[in-house]
């Protein structure tokens, strides 16, 4: 089961959608410029589900960009205020054991959900079976200075989460693709002082997208191929899930 109950606490909830229009501005933009860049790498995407999707604030906002956008979410209290806030169509479903056939959806996302899983891996293989083209992630950063102040700020919220760096990630993603081959690319944001987006592993907020490569292509990509930015970080890789 998805770990619901910080979710069903009526002052989170209460309190989530009216974080983005405060203290949660600056976030909001600078996370949404971020997904909006790995959304641009999937042109012929048309569908996509949210996998924890709260109170609706990202799913509204796919649906913005032109994707005919749903919600998943197990909490009752979310989803009610999804609703109440006009989001697009949203579901009570389990992101371990999601209720649709597979290939379903083109792209599935999970933003700022992985952290609330009891399994992550689980969350993720379930993702890749019922997208058709990838998935866009969106996860705090375990070695940022944002994950280390949510982590002591006493809030109910972050107490409960999880957070991963951007290698702890590309491994969770190698582990629940079960043979498919993928692409994985991401950057970090919310940086203390820098505004923008960089492909290194301490800013606060990893957005990540991967694609299932076409069979087509597989020939091309026999063998894993690594990226390295200019600090010798890997920020794209291509590989099989069986490696």
Same mark, same amino acid.
């Given at each position: 089961?998805?770990?619901?109950?910080?979710?069903?606490?009526?002052?989170?909830?209460?309190?989530?959608?009216?974080?983005?229009?405060?203290? /949660?501005?600056?976030?909001?933009?600078?996370?949404?410029?971020?997904?909006?860049?790995?959304?641009?790498?999937?042109?012929?995407?048309?569908?996509?589900?949210?996998?924890?999707?709260?109170?609706?604030?990202?799913?509204?906002?796919?649906?913005?960009?032109?994707?005919?956008?749903?919600?998943?979410?197990?909490?009752?209290?979310?989803?009610?205020?999804?609703?109440?806030?006009?989001?697009?169509?949203?579901?009570?479903?389990?992101?371990?054991?999601?209720?649709?056939?597979?290939?379903?959806?083109?792209?599935?996302?999970?933003?700022?959900?992985?952290?609330?899983?009891?399994?992550?891996?689980?969350?993720? +293989?379930?993702?890749?079976?019922?997208?058709?083209?990838?998935?866009?992630?969106?996860?705090?950063?375990?070695?940022?200075?944002?994950?280390?102040?949510?982590?002591?700020? /006493?809030?109910?919220?972050?107490?409960?989460?999880?957070?991963?760096?951007?290698?702890?990630?590309?491994?969770?993603?190698?582990?629940?693709?079960?043979?498919?081959?993928?692409?994985?690319?991401?950057?970090?944001?919310?940086?203390?002082?820098?505004? /923008?987006?960089?492909?290194?592993?301490?800013?606060?907020?990893?957005?990540?997208?991967?694609?299932?490569?076409?069979?087509?292509?597989?020939?091309?990509? +026999?063998?894993?191929?690594?990226?390295?930015?200019?600090?010798?970080?890997?920020?794209?890789?291509?590989?099989? /899930?069986?490696?």
């Amino acid at each position: 089961m998805q770990i619901a109950d910080p979710f069903t606490n009526p002052t989170i909830v209460a309190g989530y959608e009216a974080w983005y229009e405060t203290s /949660g501005r600056r976030a909001d933009r600078l996370e949404k410029a971020l997904l909006k860049r790995l959304l641009a790498g999937f042109s012929r995407a048309h569908t996509l589900l949210e996998v924890g999707c709260g109170t609706g604030h990202f799913t509204r906002w796919f649906g913005e960009q032109g994707l005919q956008a749903r919600g998943l979410d197990l909490s009752l209290p979310m989803l009610a205020e999804a609703v109440r806030l006009g989001s697009p169509p949203c579901v009570l479903g389990d992101a371990l054991a999601l209720p649709f056939r597979a290939g379903a959806f083109d792209l599935v996302a999970l933003i700022t959900t992985l952290e609330f899983v009891t399994d992550p891996v689980q969350a993720l +293989s379930e993702a890749t079976r019922v997208a058709r083209h990838g998935l866009i992630l969106g996860v705090l950063n375990r070695q940022s200075l944002l994950a280390w102040r949510r982590k002591r700020s /006493g809030e109910a919220l972050w107490q409960e989460a999880r957070f991963f760096s951007p290698a702890e990630l590309v491994r969770l993603v190698q582990q629940a693709a079960a043979g498919k081959q993928v692409k994985v690319v991401w950057r970090t944001t919310l940086w203390p002082v820098w505004p /923008g987006k960089l492909p290194l592993p301490w800013g606060g907020f990893i957005g990540m997208a991967v694609s299932m490569v076409e069979p087509t292509e597989k020939s091309s990509r +026999s063998r894993p191929r690594v990226r390295k930015s200019a600090r010798g970080r890997a920020s794209e890789q291509a590989f099989s /899930g069986e490696s």
